[in-house]
């Protein structure tokens, strides 16, 4: 299993402006996932983040909206950068610890919101 | 994309069996089927995945179709604890990585 923690669990920003959700694994993994869940809905894969390589964006994500870092196996960042009210969305991390079709493990998630 | 259809609500009482359904029929031969849950105001967790048989563990059983095209997961006795958000998910192989598409779900309802 995966213990995951973000930073900040919650925050209210103004538009124009950029936040960085930092995500904390308290084991090694390989794969690290970034999700959004906007208000009523369910979750939308951003990218996923392997740690060595760039980070691979699903389509309607681009690198400029949402840069992310993966210095180590235990650690990555998402930037929100230029925020709209649109951003308003809660931004959830998600590690597969294992090989294979395993499980996924999903942190409390960071609830973002955009005035 | 790995597509899957739920219903998007359903209600039980608590301490009677849920049966939750879902079809997937485009699944191809390596999708694994995975069920997850999501508590209120929590990320979801993950609660059973399986490919071709049935399986069971300590949180549900999941029944698989012969053909794959569908699968139940079941809760043996609703707790009011068990009303989540109930995702069915086929998890496919792209590239290099697994990656879990997340549809609708299922809201389920939990009655006292």
């Known amino acids: 299993s995966a213990v995951i923690s973000q930073k900040p669990s919650r925050d209210i920003c103004q538009r124009g402006t950029s936040l960085t959700i930092q995500c904390q694994v308290d084991?090694?993994?390989?794969?690290m996932f970034w999700y959004r869940q906007q208000p009523g809905q369910s979750l939308t894969l951003i990218a996923t983040?392997?740690?060595?390589?760039?980070?691979?964006?699903e389509s309607g994500f681009v690198i400029d909206k949402f840069p992310i870092s993966r210095p180590n196996l235990t650690f990555s960042t998402l930037t929100v950068s230029n925020m709209s009210p649109e951003d308003s969305s809660i931004y959830l991390c998600?590690?597969?610890?294992?090989?294979?079709?395993?499980?996924?493990?999903f942190g409390p998630g960071t609830r973002l919101t955009v005035l | 994309d790995a597509k899957t259809t739920q219903p998007n609500s359903m209600e039980s009482n608590e301490e009677e069996p849920v049966h939750l359904p879902c079809n997937h029929s485009?699944?191809?031969?390596?999708?694994?089927i995975h069920w997850y849950r999501q508590l209120p105001s929590q990320g979801p967790e993950y609660v059973i995945h399986?490919?071709?048989s049935n399986v069971n563990n300590r949180m549900a059983s999941l029944a698989i179709a012969e053909d794959r095209k569908s699968s139940t997961l079941i809760l043996h006795r609703a707790t009011l604890r068990d009303a989540a958000v109930y995702y069915c998910?086929?998890?496919?192989?792209?590239?290099?990585?697994?990656?879990?598409?997340f549809g609708k779900g299922t809201l389920l309802t939990v009655n006292p």
């Open positions: 998600s590690v597969a610890p294992g090989q294979g079709a395993n499980e996924q493990f």
């Open positions: 084991s090694q993994v390989t794969m």
């Open positions: 983040a392997n740690q060595g390589s760039e980070a691979t964006y």
């Open positions: 485009t699944i191809s031969g390596t999708d694994y």
């Open positions: 399986g490919l071709t």
């Open positions: 998910i086929l998890r496919r192989l792209e590239g290099s990585n697994y990656k879990l598409t």
